[in-house]
Antibody, heavy 118, light 109 residues
Framework: EVQLVESGGGLVQPGGSLRLSCAAS????????MSWVRQAPGKGLEWVSI???????YYADSVKGRFTISRDNSKNTLYLQVNSLKTEDTAVYYC????????????WGQGTLVTVSS | QSALTQPPSASGSPGQSVTISCTGT?????????VSWYQQHPGKAPKLMIY???KRPSGVPDRFSGSKSGNTASLTVSGLQVEDEADYYC?????????FGGGTKLTVL
């Protein structure tokens, strides 16, 4: 069964950092394109970042220069390093596997909540 | 403000059909056949319902269908069932980035 499990969220002060993890099972992360998508409380979905199987990555303008997507092939795990956090980064962060060729996401993990507050 | 425009709400009775629109620009919806639709129940992760405008992942009922005309994509849910009540989001590839709609709350009356 294909499954994604996120972890690493929590409460952090503005300007702080976290590393979010997404452990995959049932498939190989490095052979797929993967993404992070976030959802602020009570709001809609916002794409954050993508990493291709070849290693290339892209970011939303709102996080460029502050967030870094990566993966550990030996652990079959996707990461999102989030630095210089702002209150507007407060959200549930989901990881997801690419499906088809057009940036569709399936499945999604259950999400991990990041709260940025002083 | 979301990049793609969806109606905030839609409704229908069991057995009826409902269509949700998703309007973008020639830089996203109109420029690529990479529109996806997601269903999200309260407190749950989103679920892919339609990808590449018209395709359904395995396990998604054929009551769900997608289409596109110009800069507007649409999701149609036929034969509405109580369990279809959820939030629905569209998304589109937009050239090394992705944009989502603000979501539509579908109520099954």
């Amino acid at each position: 069964e294909v499954q994604l499990v996120e972890s690493g969220g929590g409460l952090v002060q503005p300007g702080g950092s976290l590393r979010l993890s997404c452990a995959a099972s049932g498939f190989t992360v490095s052979s797929n394109y993967m993404s992070w998508v976030r959802q602020a409380p009570g709001k809609g979905l916002e794409w954050v970042s993508i990493i291709y199987s070849g290693g290339g990555a892209y970011y939303a303008d709102s996080v460029k220069g502050r967030f870094t997507i990566s993966r550990d092939n030996s652990k079959n795990t996707l990461y999102l390093q989030v630095n210089s956090l702002k209150t507007e980064d407060t959200a549930v962060y989901y990881c997801a596997r690419g499906y088809g060729s057009g940036w569709a996401w399936n499945p999604w993990g259950q999400g991990t909540l990041v709260t940025v507050s002083s | 403000q979301s990049a793609l425009t969806q109606p905030p709400s839609a409704s229908g009775s069991p057995g009826q059909s409902v269509t949700i629109s998703c309007t973008g620009t020639s830089s996203d919806v109109g420029g690529y056949n990479y529109v996806s639709w997601y269903q999200q129940h309260p407190g749950k992760a989103p679920k892919l319902m339609i990808y590449e405008v018209t395709k359904r992942p395995s396990g998604v009922p054929d009551r769900f269908s997608g289409s596109k005309s110009g800069n507007t994509a649409s999701l149609t849910v036929s034969g509405l069932q109580v369990e279809d009540e959820a939030d629905y989001y569209c998304s589109s590839y937009a050239g090394n980035k992705q944009v989502f709609g603000g979501g539509t709350k579908l109520t099954v009356l």
